[in-house]
């Protein structure tokens, strides 16, 4: 719910065969559905995966053709098998990045399994986005295994279920709407009517799990889009290349089927950060995780359709970042500490308890030296001119607390969720920054009209 961050994946140099060529998912004999429990990070689906037996983390991305796995300071033993090196090309500012292309591994997801699997390894741990969702991720997967089963997606339950396409296709919910898609390199993009600068319009999205944010739309793809005068500039994000820049705002209306949302989070990216969609004239945007998870969400890509059902989160409203702050998790600080345990010691060798007088206790605390791991959160970007800005906060600033908490006691949602509090809300902090330790106040402040 709390987060803007996405990884939108163009890779360039791969081809059909990549993902064609390989062993299809296939679930135990006799089962006709598996479930996987998930987390929900930042309204991103994280899911168990194994890949060649080692358990790792991924997020499940309708965004992406091709398995990617990440470097991420060697916390892991990563064996794989007929390595070559390729060159990818993603969004954000930055250089193509480096990666090993590495065929014929073993995946598994639950008890679903796949062999001959290509993979493309980024062996550069600065291009992991773990530290911006307070949670290790190691990849992303989406077409090579979306391609072979049904899949649903509950959000609000952290779950995700596999289904054999002929099973799924004869699963019914009476209360869904239901969208075609088409697929096209192995992304699915739909076709939404929405309500942009007060002019309804029909655009084409990329059906991206791996976005966080609502909505994205690229001004001079359609002659509605532009970015309206009820907006701001931003980081939208951490893409494959680097930093993500560009303004936001909001639009009037999304339908989904017979499903519609009011004042939707809209995101328009600078033209220097989408270099890499120049020849893909037929997508006006995406459609992220900030509304799928408002839904259970079924994908069928052997039918091509798309059904959602509305969630417990579908009224939430759409809220944004009121403090310009970008904090993200930067790893741990060995801590030393004391655990104090008491220990008590009856005296009763005068009195009986059934002499009905007071039993004496002597009570002793003991300190035991102790070395805690705990949690770095700094400060990775500031928008200009921000409640953030404004207070005198700088990028690399390393928050200590957070409205009197001790932040090594949350995760990095939880701190997320006091920038989205209402305008006028007072923030407290206390940061350190490169040894000086001091506190600040910043206030939330309404960037976009309308509610929330």
């Keep these: 719910m709390r987060i803007f961050y996405f990884l939108s994946v163009l890779v360039g140099l791969l081809s059909s065969s990549d993902v064609s060529g390989q062993g299809r998912f296939l679930l135990p004999e006799g089962e006709k559905s598996i479930k996987i429990k998930a987390k929900v990070v930042n309204n991103l689906m994280i899911i168990p995966v194994q890949v060649n037996g080692l358990e790792l983390s991924f997020l499940l991305d309708t965004g992406v053709r091709s398995t990617i796995l990440f470097g991420v300071d060697a916390d892991y033993q990563l064996e794989l098998n007929n390595k070559s090196t390729v060159w990818l090309r993603g969004a954000g500012d930055g250089k193509p990045s480096k990666a090993i292309k590495s065929t014929h591994n073993i995946i598994n997801i639950g008890s679903a399994a796949a062999i001959n699997q290509t993979v493309y390894y980024i062996p550069d741990s600065s291009q992991n986005f773990s530290p911006r969702l307070g949670f290790p991720v190691h990849g992303i997967i989406g077409y090579s295994l979306l391609k072979d089963l049904g899949v649903e997606m509950r959000y609000d339950k952290a779950l995700v279920k596999l289904y054999l396409p002929e099973v799924f296709k004869k699963k019914k919910c009476r209360s869904c709407v239901t969208i075609p898609f088409e697929l096209k390199e192995g992304k699915p993009y739909v076709d939404l009517n929405l309500v942009d600068n007060n002019q309804e319009l029909r655009a084409k999205l990329l059906l991206d799990s791996g976005s966080g944010d609502a909505l994205w739309l690229f001004e001079e793809t359609h002659d509605g889009i532009e970015v309206s005068k009820n907006s701001f500039k931003d980081h939208l994000g951490l893409g494959l290349n680097g930093e993500v820049l560009g303004s936001r705002s909001r639009i009037k209306e999304l339908k989904l089927g017979d499903f519609a949302l009011n004042h939707v989070n809209v995101a328009y990216p600078d033209s220097s950060s989408l270099e890499y969609l120049n020849g893909v004239s037929y997508r006006n945007g995406s459609l992220g995780s900030e509304v799928l998870r408002r839904f259970t969400v079924y994908l069928d890509y052997d039918s091509k359709t798309l059904k959602l059902k509305k969630n417990?989160?579908?009224?939430?409203?759409?809220?944004?970042?009121?403090?310009?702050?970008?904090?993200?998790?930067?790893?741990?600080?060995?801590?030393?500490?004391?655990?104090?345990?008491?220990?008590?010691?009856?005296?009763?060798?005068?009195?009986?308890?059934?002499?009905?007088?007071?039993?004496?206790?002597?009570?002793?605390?003991?300190?035991?030296?102790?070395?805690?791991?705990?949690?770095?959160?700094?400060?990775?970007?500031?928008?200009?001119?921000?409640?953030?800005?404004?207070?005198?906060?700088?990028?690399?600033?390393?928050?200590?607390?957070?409205?009197?908490?001790?932040?090594?006691?949350?995760?990095?949602?939880?701190?997320?969720?006091?920038?989205?509090?209402?305008?006028?809300?007072?923030?407290?902090?206390?940061?350190?920054?490169?040894?000086?330790?001091?506190?600040?106040?910043?206030?939330?402040?309404?960037?976009?009209?309308?509610?929330?």
């Excluded at 801590?335 to 009856?346: F, P, W």
């Excluded at 001790?406 to 350190?432: H, M, P, Q, S, W």
């Design 312 to 452: 417990k989160y579908f009224d939430n409203p759409f809220r944004y970042n009121r403090s310009g702050l970008v904090v993200e998790h930067t790893g741990f600080e060995l801590v030393a500490g004391l655990d104090y345990r008491i220990q008590k010691t009856s005296t009763t060798n005068d009195y009986s308890l059934s002499s009905g007088k007071t039993v004496f206790l002597a009570t002793h605390t003991i300190e035991f030296p102790q070395l805690q791991l705990k949690p770095n959160y700094e400060i990775a970007a500031i928008r200009e001119n921000s409640p953030g800005a404004e207070a005198g906060l700088n990028v690399g600033d390393r928050i200590i607390k957070l409205n009197g908490r001790d932040v090594t006691k949350l995760d990095l949602n939880d701190i997320a969720k006091y920038f989205y509090r209402d305008e006028g809300e007072i923030l407290r902090l206390k940061v350190d920054r490169k040894g000086y330790v001091f506190t600040c106040k910043l206030k939330l402040r309404k960037l976009l009209e309308g509610p929330h």
